[in-house]
């Protein structure tokens, strides 16, 4: 598997919260809401696009809708891959930060 920036593992985990409602502007405010960081469209858009390109995302576009002006809009699903690659991430940041606390004080 190859390893994922931290962007990506965000964009991974709002597309399997976001379910159904993934879509480029909701990924956005997903992380904005739980990381507090307010990433640009192509901050967003240019590691989705390589995430489906690795086979971690699928997408589907929907029919044109008058909510954005009569355009489609591209729906992201993640695959099982992308869910297997969520749970070695996972399992490597619970081994490396295992035995650091909450009260660990800096020397």
Do not use: C
């Not at 399997?16 to 960081?37: C, F, P, Q, S, V």
């Not at 008058?66 to 490597?92: M, N, W």
């Amino acid at each position: 598997m190859k390893s994922l920036t931290l962007q990506e593992q965000y964009i991974l985990l709002s597309v399997y919260m976001l379910k159904d409602h993934a879509y480029l502007a909701t990924i956005r405010e997903y992380i904005l809401e739980n990381t507090g960081k307010d990433l640009s469209i192509g901050t967003v858009y240019v590691p989705l696009d390589r995430l489906r390109k690795m086979g971690y995302l699928k997408t589907e576009i929907s029919a044109p809708s008058p909510k954005v002006g009569g355009r489609s809009i591209k729906f992201y699903q993640i695959t099982d891959e992308g869910i297997k690659a969520l749970h070695e991430v996972k399992k490597i940041n619970d081994t490396m930060w295992l035995g650091f606390s909450e009260g660990a004080v800096i020397k």
